[in-house]
């Protein structure tokens, strides 16, 4: 059966069609970004010295290895956010 629509107007939907593929991946892209980027700064921002402690809290600081654990701990959302990204879609 011959296709009655008008082949410009199939063109133009087409077009948009791509368009709106293309944009979709360049949203979801940002997004991609956006989520990485809080994670450094949560990472970078998180972590915490002696010193910093101190100022902070007026009880004494934690001995042992409180501060490389805690440390450790707030990077973890690093490789926690690349599992995220790796199952996350939009579709």
């Given at each position: 059966?011959?296709?009655l629509?008008?082949?410009n107007?199939?063109?133009?939907?087409?077009?948009?069609h791509?368009?709106?593929?293309?944009?979709?991946?360049d949203?979801?892209?940002?997004?991609?970004?956006?989520?990485?980027?809080?994670?450094?700064?949560?990472?970078?921002?998180?972590k915490?010295?002696?010193?910093?402690?101190?100022a902070w809290?007026?009880?004494?600081?934690?001995e042992?290895?409180y501060?490389?654990?805690?440390?450790?701990?707030?990077?973890?959302?690093?490789?926690?956010v690349?599992?995220?990204?790796?199952?996350?879609?939009?579709r």
């Open positions: 059966m011959k296709d629509r008008d082949q107007e199939v063109a133009k939907a087409h077009a948009a791509a368009d709106f593929g293309s944009l979709l991946h949203l979801e892209a940002a997004l991609r970004g956006a989520i990485r980027a809080f994670a450094e700064y949560h990472a970078a921002d998180g915490i010295t002696r010193e910093q402690y101190q809290n007026a009880d004494v600081p934690p042992g290895d501060f490389d654990g805690f440390n450790a701990g707030v990077e973890s959302v690093l490789g926690a690349d599992t995220f990204l790796e199952e996350f879609t939009l």
